[in-house]
């Protein structure tokens, strides 16, 4: 999830669904996730501005 804020910075979360259950993706999951390109795994720069964090848990 990407929370967009009014000084173009934003925030993103992430978590992965397992069984019909989430599970929270911690910052360095969400670093890995947003710069690795997906076609040849290669690290790519992060994007200016973005801070990625650690996910909640997600209660029912």
Known sequence: MRTNHADDTSRVL???LSD???HPL???EIFSAY???AATGEP???EPG???ADA?????
């Open 56 to 60: 909640p848990p997600v209660l029912a």
């Open 44 to 46: 790519i720069p992060p």
């Open 50 to 52: 973005t801070e990625y």
């Open 26 to 28: 911690n910052r360095a």
């Open 20 to 22: 019909c259950t989430t």
């Open 14 to 16: 992430g978590w992965r």
């Open 35 to 37: 710069c690795t390109d």
